[in-house]
């Protein structure tokens, strides 16, 4: 079918999307840190779906890392048709008690390796005229708990305009914003999960369907479930100062 390139690929939502296309018949480029967690992950893919699986170790968090993922997605001998950008991580910390590295790195991760990814594959497959690119967002994109939701309210209204920019040459750029789902995310981040209701999480497996299902309609913003789809809704009607209030900063659950 084609060649899909997955950043954050050896857990949660991208390793989920990545067997998933693979599964579909396409061949997958890697894209994560850890080069043993790749070639793993690579080996699994393989053997079980018979398609092609190219790894790429880059930290996001490096100019050099995100331009190599750049020009891998814009290299015209070995064609790239979906680009994703799942890498991110929660920060973890108070913004005052911080790590300024930690915050920079947020940033650089979550929203400097999506531009310059986007960048370079957006000019690649306006060129050519086709291609899409699926941006995960989050929930928390419209609320206001710190820095991550910042860099998620980053990622999507850049991937709005990205869309309506890259329309008229047949590319499409899909945003996704899930709320909980259970992956590593909040071991990682020192969150309980347990103190939210089961009912309250994605299957990783709907998260990954639903946002590639939008991506192939050319949808530009997806909410993949319709528990948070309303919850959005009632986000956006209330007054900003009420978001502050009850999703704000401290009222991430973290420990």
């Known amino acids: 079918m084609g060649t ?13 999307i990545a067997w998933q296309l693979a ?6 480029v890697l894209v ?10 690579a080996e699994r893919i393989r053997n079980f779906t018979g398609q092609q699986v190219e790894i790429l170790s880059a930290d996001l968090s490096t100019e050099d890392g995100a331009k190599a993922v750049g020009a891998r997605a814009a290299d015209r001998n070995r064609p790239i048709g979906l680009v994703v950008n799942n890498a991110g991580f929660g920060l973890g910390q108070d913004f005052i008690s911080g790590s300024l590295d930690r915050e920079l790195g ?6 400097r390796a999506v531009l310059i990814i986007c960048h370079a594959a957006a000019n690649e497959f306006a060129r050519r005229g086709y291609g899409a690119i699926l941006n995960i967002s989050s929930m928390t994109a419209l609320t206001a708990q710190g820095t991550y939701s910042a860099h998620k309210a980053w990622v999507r209204t850049f991937s ?27 071991e990682r981040t020192n969150v309980d ?16 369907s639903r946002s590639l299902d939008a991506a192939r309609r050319g949808q530009v913003i997806v909410t993949p479930s319709p528990l948070y789809k309303g919850a959005a809704g009632v986000v956006r009607a209330m007054p900003r100062w009420l978001v502050r209030k009850t999703a704000g900063p401290g ?3 973290r420990q």
């Open 193 to 208: 999960s347990s103190q939210w209701p089961e009912i309250a999480f994605i299957p990783v497996e709907k998260v990954a």
């Open 251 to 253: 009222r991430s659950g």
């Open 4 to 16: 899909a390139l997955v950043t954050g690929a050896t857990s949660g939502i991208g390793k989920e």
């Open 23 to 28: 599964a579909e018949g396409n061949d997958i």
């Open 106 to 111: 947020g940033i650089d991760v979550m929203a």
């Open 160 to 186: 709005e305009g990205l869309a309506e920019t890259l329309r008229p040459y047949g590319v499409s750029v899909t945003v996704s914003c899930p709320g909980l789902v259970h992956t590593e995310f909040h």
């Open 32 to 41: 994560a840190r850890r080069v043993d967690a790749l070639e793993a992950l």
